[in-house]
Nanobody, 123 residues
């Protein structure tokens, strides 16, 4: 079992920056790939970014490439999503998830999920 707890969401103006964090705990949590997904009201959950267990591989959705950066610190059992140049369309609940399948974008390949943190970008 892996437990995931997100934090760091909030309200920011368009063009601003925000960093969300996810604390992982549980057996072998550092051996999982970790990903960020988001879900806006009335929309499906969508892949944002993922990072391998070692941190050596990262993958991003086209919509956030060049603006968002995912990183992890296995010593702290944490994963981060640095979000820059935020746009109103980035407004969503952001979820952290853990997968044994690597940096996949398919949410069905993630076994553990956090409760989410709200990110709101005002125009």
């Amino acid at each position: 079992q892996v437990q995931l707890v997100e934090s760091g969401g909030g309200l920011v103006q368009a063009g601003g920056s925000l960093r969300v964090s996810c604390a992982a705990s549980g057996r072998h949590s550092s051996s999982y790939a970790l990903g960020w997904f988001r879900q806006a009201p009335g929309k499906d959950r969508e892949f944002v970014a993922a990072i391998s267990w070692s941190g050596g591989r990262t993958d991003y959705a086209d919509s956030v490439k060049g603006r968002f950066t995912i990183s992890r610190d296995n010593a702290k059992n944490a994963v981060y999503l640095q979000m820059n140049s935020l746009k109103p369309e980035d407004t969503a609940i952001y979820y952290c998830a853990a997968s044994v399948f690597g940096t996949v974008s398919d949410h069905s390949r993630y076994d553990y999920w956090g409760q989410g943190t709200q990110v709101t970008v005002s125009s």
